[in-house]
């Protein structure tokens, strides 16, 4: 027997999308819907041979988790699996207890987005990732049967629930793989964005969780968890967005700021005079420490990174011993790769930094622990502090666009006007092309240097343009050349 439908099944297409679940609440993603995704989520790690004798839940601070929650929780033990209920937590508290209980696993978060929206990241045991091609797709139909003929009748005997607070753990493990002992004392400006870093922060950075106190000074800003996020939208990539963090810095005279997204998996860094440190360059220091680490432990480390990240990341890595990999955009493409190559290190341009030491999942968190222990010991020759500022500017000697998104009525028509001007007629000179993930043209060998990608939105009519070059004036050539084409006939 199985519970009866309740109303018109929601396009699930637009609501369980290629790498989690993401939608408005309630409609389309209610109670009802959560319900039917638990059910579907241990039928299909159950399936996927996963070691399944519970699944861990955790959830951020938006209003709507704790319903839904419960539902989801609901639909796991009316297949018979038990359920491990974590509270409040950072996504990457998630994947730590994932990993750490060897148990699949489901954050409930919308990441940045607003406040009415909510959402799962899913994960095999281990904190192994759950997308399109890992699992999803199957969730995502037996998702839509259960709703469609009802959710099957609860076991014989159904799952238990039980609590478990995992924030301390979470803690001693990060603090276990970056060491700031003998680090300079550091002041450093945090904001939360009133999301999961309000929880995060002093239990990691300070001694909420009862660890020994760091030579860490942490300014807080918006600490207080709310989904409602009454001060700015927590999402860091928006230069809008991190303004109140760059003046908090300057007016404490901090060595540097903090910035973390809704369900803190990701973390941005501004320097000490306010100015934003790019996630590539974040990527490059942080992975020259793990090479270095690696190295000395007598491997041979491959670091990843994404087709967006600088040319930086490869030409310093690879210099240190490195051996590089160049991959597609997405957390579930870089996690794959990252166990395929038993990766050390794997950064995005987006400011997901991945560590095979943290179950070869993202945190923002034990990135954050790199760069204070690299300036905490960066000293001059004559035993002075190095500022960040000077710190960084190693790590970021190109100049790049940014992400520069197009609405265009047709995408394909003004892609092919790119191909047409930069690949058949050669108009930026001899280029490589590859189409790892949409059209990468690169003029890198020759000069003037550049590279650009093009790339189609999954979800809308858009075109995303990053361009690099080695001075600003080349990018800047590139890029309005390359928007001229793509924006072609557009009003």
């Known amino acids: 027997m199985t519970s009866t439908p309740s109303g018109p099944v ?129 969730v995502r ?19 238990t629930v039980r609590d478990r607070d995992t924030l301390a753990e979470y803690a001693t493990y990060l603090r276990g793989l970056v060491d700031l002992g003998g680090v300079r004392r550091l002041k ?33 800003l918006y600490f207080e968890l709310d ?30 700021g903090l910035a973390f997204d809704g369900d803190a998996d990701r973390c941005f860094v501004v320097d000490e005079l306010g100015a934003p440190v790019s996630p590539s360059a974040i990527t490059a220091l942080v992975g020259l420490r793990e090479v270095e680490r690696e190295k000395a432990a007598g491997g041979s480390p491959v670091v990843i990174h994404n087709l967006i990240t600088s040319q930086v990341v490869p030409d310093l890595l690879q210099a240190a011993g490195a051996r590089t990999v160049r991959t597609r955009v997405g957390h579930s493409f870089i996690k794959a790769e990252m166990a395929r190559e038993g990766a050390v290190f794997g950064g995005e341009h987006s400011a ?36 960040l500022s000077a710190l960084a500017e190693a790590y970021q000697p190109y100049v790049a666009s940014g992400e520069v998104n197009s609405r265009v009525a047709d995408v394909p028509a003004a892609r092919e006007r790119v191909v047409e001007a930069y690949v058949r007629r050669e108009g930026g000179g001899p280029v490589t092309v590859d189409e790892l993930d949409g059209l990468t043209v690169s003029h890198w060998d020759h000069h003037p240097r550049w590279w650009f990608n093009l790339r189609a939105s999954n979800t809308e009519p858009l075109l995303r343009l990053n361009v690099e070059a080695a001075d600003e004036d080349i990018m800047i050539k590139v890029r309005d050349d390359v928007l001229a084409l793509v924006r072609q006939g557009q009003e």
């Open 141 to 159: 139909e037996l998702t839509a049967r259960f709703l469609a003929q009802g959710v099957p009748a609860p076991a014989a005997e159904p799952g």
């Open 352 to 387: 997901h930094y991945y560590f095979r030491d943290f179950f070869h999942a993202d945190t923002g968190m034990l990135a954050a622990l790199h760069v204070l222990a690299a300036l905490g010991g960066a000293v001059t020759p004559d035993g002075r502090p190095v500022p």
């Open 10 to 138: 929601p396009d699930l297409d637009d609501l369980i999308k290629a790498y989690d679940v993401r939608g408005v609440v309630p409609d389309p993603f209610s109670p009802t819907v959560a319900r039917a995704i638990g059910a579907a989520f241990a039928r299909v790690v159950a399936q996927a041979g996963d070691p399944v004798p519970a699944v861990v839940v955790g959830r951020d601070m938006r209003p709507s988790g704790p319903a839904l929650v419960e539902a989801f929780a609901d639909g796991v033990r009316g297949v018979g699996t038990d359920v491990v209920r974590i509270g409040l937590c950072s996504t990457d508290g998630l994947y730590h207890a994932s990993g750490a209980m060897g148990l699949p696993g489901a954050m409930f978060t919308a990441s940045h987005n607003p406040a009415e929206y909510n959402g799962i990241k899913l994960c095999h045991a281990g904190a192994r990732p759950m997308g399109q091609d890992t699992g999803l797709a199957e």
């Open 188 to 220: 450093v400006v945090v904001d939360a964005g009133n999301g999961m870093a309000g929880l995060t922060v002093p239990a990691v950075l300070g001694s909420a969780a009862g660890l020994a106190e760091l030579p860490v000074d942490v300014v807080p």
């Open 227 to 256: 989904g409602s996020f009454p001060n700015h939208e927590a999402n860091p990539l928006e230069p809008a967005n991190l303004r109140d963090l760059q003046a908090a810095v300057v007016d404490h005279g901090a060595d540097l």
